[in-house]
């Protein structure tokens, strides 16, 4: 069966400091993947997606950054982190077709201070 | 744009009731829509996936079904549970976005004993 890992669970950064999030899925290969991010009262707002090692798509216009170094591991990054950065991140995968379900993962919870 | 409302965004019942929860998407061109449960603090776990050809699916307690040329979409909670309290997230794959999924705010049901 297939599984899907997030760490760290939760963190806490100073404004400024490095971000390093990571995803890896267990039991598949070639996987689509997601970040997702939840903000306090907010739906989810989809950050980047990858059909493909190498091969990342951005969706809005901010301070992270993701790679995808091996076909099932997803990092989200940024070099400098902002109070706004704070949130609730969400890696999640599908087989790569259009009609099939996303797995989510336990999510990991960013606090910037 | 895809946009996706969900209502109402609380609703607190007694155990045993019955209960509908509603989906609406504003571009019925859609390739499935797929409804969430979100513990406090967790993950999404995938409740349900109807494919844009079908009318409703069943797991359980649960049944959710599709009317794509209204854009609306219900989940029913039939025997409603202490356990079933989370907050319920219905979410669209459009037919223009790829695998992206545009989710909804979510209802926070909490079922009272």
């Known amino acids: 069966s297939q599984t899907i890992h997030q760490w760290p669970a939760t963190l806490v950064q100073p404004v400024g400091s490095p971000l390093s999030l990571e995803c890896t899925v267990e039991g598949t290969s070639n996987p689509n993947l997601y970040w997702y991010r939840q903000a306090a009262g907010r739906g989810l707002q989809l950050l980047f997606y990858?059909?493909?090692?190498?091969?990342i798509s951005s969706e809005v216009p901010q301070n992270l950054s993701a790679s995808r170094p091996q076909d099932r591991q997803f990092i989200l990054s940024s070099k400098k982190l902002l109070l706004s950065d704070s949130g609730f991140y969400l890696c999640?995968?599908?087989?790569?077709?259009?009609?099939?379900?996303?797995?989510f993962g336990p999510g990991t919870r960013l606090t910037v201070l | 744009k895809q946009e996706v409302t969900q209502i109402p965004a609380a609703l607190s019942v007694p155990e045993g009731e019955n209960l509908v929860l509603n989906c609406s998407f504003t571009d019925s061109a859609i390739y499935n829509l797929q409804w969430f449960r979100q513990d406090p603090g967790k993950g999404l776990t995938s409740l349900l996936l109807i494919q844009s050809s079908q009318r409703e699916q069943t797991s359980g307690r649960l049944n959710a079904s599709l009317d794509k040329s209204s854009g609306r979409s219900t989940l029913y909670i039939a025997a409603s549970q202490p356990g079933d309290s989370a907050t319920y997230l219905c979410a669209v794959r459009p037919q223009t976005s790829g695998s992206r999924l545009t989710f909804g705010e979510g209802t926070q049901l909490t079922v009272n004993p």
């Open positions: 990858s059909v493909g090692i190498g091969q």
């Open positions: 999640a995968w599908s087989q790569g077709l259009a009609t099939d379900t996303q797995y």
